[in-house]
């Protein structure tokens, strides 16, 4: 069975920097898009950023210029870093894929479980 595996995240001061890493599990034959979401309180889901198998990134404008996002199509992992963070980062960011199964050879889209960042001031 396909998913995604989060790691990172958690208590981090104003002005530091954060890493998220993504892994995905089972018999995968393609990654496709690999990118980052995350959802506040009593606010909608957002684009962090995203990655594609070429290599094209996007970044939601709250973290341009203070987020980086990597991938190896290989090992199907991708990695965001966010610098300067602010108590407005905080939120709960959820990793998100789009992934073609061995079995299957039609691409679909995955959601791993969220991880909580949490910004002290």
């Known amino acids: 069975q396909v998913r995604l595996v989060e790691s990172g995240g958690g208590l981090v001061q104003a002005g530091g920097s954060l890493w998220l890493s993504c892994a995905g599990s089972?018999?995968?034959?393609?990654?496709?898009?690999m990118g980052w979401y995350r959802q506040a309180p009593g606010k909608q889901r957002e684009l962090v950023a995203q990655i594609t198998r070429s290599g094209v990134t996007t970044y939601g404008d709250s973290v341009k210029g203070r987020c980086t996002i990597s991938a190896d199509n290989v090992e199907k992992t991708g990695w965001l870093q966010l610098n300067g963070l602010k108590p407005e980062d905080t939120a709960v960011y959820y990793c998100?894929?789009?992934?073609?199964?061995?079995?299957?050879?039609?691409?679909?889209?995955?959601w791993g479980q969220g991880t909580q960042v949490t910004v002290s001031s």
């Open positions: 089972g018999s995968i034959s393609r990654l496709e898009t």
């Open positions: 998100n894929a789009v992934l073609t199964p061995l079995a299957s050879e039609i691409s679909n889209t995955y």
